[in-house]
């Protein structure tokens, strides 16, 4: 799209960017859109407990070159034998053992022992991965429930560099990929891309993950002025992507992100 594109996009009144957007969300959120991103891997699975620990443990490593995402989260997946909810409950210190030399970046298996480790914590004590953040959620938004999970997820004895591999609000992050995660699980999954299986929290209160993409293509179109991509862009993006749709603000989301990567904004 070329500047002088660019510049017309940004005189748009609330009515017409709200149709503007509305028409990328459609045109981006479609099956195809699975294909390249890291949300195939949950689509892997029908059972309810291996879609959000499969879900979680992929957008964990969701970060850098997109091929090697979708590459290390296949291989994950092969480790915990393709059913990662019997792994995380029912595993044993040799099948820990055995995860020894997974890495993705920074992600290592001392790391993902820990989350393992954790996430049956988590299992044992709320049922599952949706109970937790159902008791926890009381906001207009997850930002405290997402703090919450993380200081829970890290109860247990740990090595302190693993507790950079869950992003806390608190501390000013954006939470790029547990919001991710999040969009996965709660969205509805009509347009085939999200999964839509957790039916007790809402939509509305979904926050955008923003990353370098969507929040290049949100500054051009006026909607995000702070420079950074860290917690306070994300409010003062919540709060625009609100008004356009209160319900279903992160389906903008796809929209920016399409936008960024497939049309170069």
């Known amino acids: 799209m070329n500047i002088n594109a660019i510049l017309t996009l940004k005189k748009l009144n609330k009515h017409q960017l ?12 479609q099956p195809k859109f699975i294909d390249t991103d890291p949300v195939q891997i949950p689509h892997l699975f029908t059972k309810k407990k291996d879609i959000e ?44 053992n055995n995860l020894d030399g997974f890495v993705h970046r920074t992600f290592n298996s001392l790391d993902l ?37 993380k200081t829970e ?54 926050s955008c993950p923003l990353d370098v993409h969507s929040g290049n293509v949100a500054r051009s179109l006026g909607i995000l002025k702070r420079k950074q991509n860290d917690g306070k862009a994300l409010d003062e993006l919540d709060a625009k992507l609100r008004i356009l749709d209160p319900l279903d603000p992160v389906k903008y989301d796809y929209a920016l992100f399409g936008l960024g990567v497939f049309e170069k904004f």
């Open 18 to 29: 709200k149709e503007f957007l509305d028409e990328k969300a459609v045109l981006y959120e």
């Open 53 to 96: 620990i499969s879900g979680f443990l992929t957008a964990t490593i969701s970060w850098g070159n997109r091929k090697s995402i979708l590459n290390n989260a296949h291989k994950l997946m092969e480790l915990l034998g393709n059913s990662p909810y019997d792994f995380v409950m029912h595993h044993t210190q040799e099948d820990l």
């Open 113 to 149: 022992t820990y989350f393992i480790t954790a996430l049956k914590a988590i299992y044992t004590a709320y049922g599952d991965m949706e109970g937790f953040f159902k008791q926890y959620q009381k906001e207009t938004n997850f930002k405290n429930a997402i703090h919450d999970f």
């Open 153 to 206: 997820f890290f109860s247990l004895p740990h090595m302190l560099r693993t507790e950079k591999h869950v992003s806390d609000p608190h501390k000013n992050s954006a939470a790029k990929r547990i919001n991710m995660f999040l969009r996965w699980m709660i969205r509805d999954a009509k347009a085939g891309v999200d999964l839509g299986i957790w039916n007790t929290l809402s939509p509305a209160q979904l």
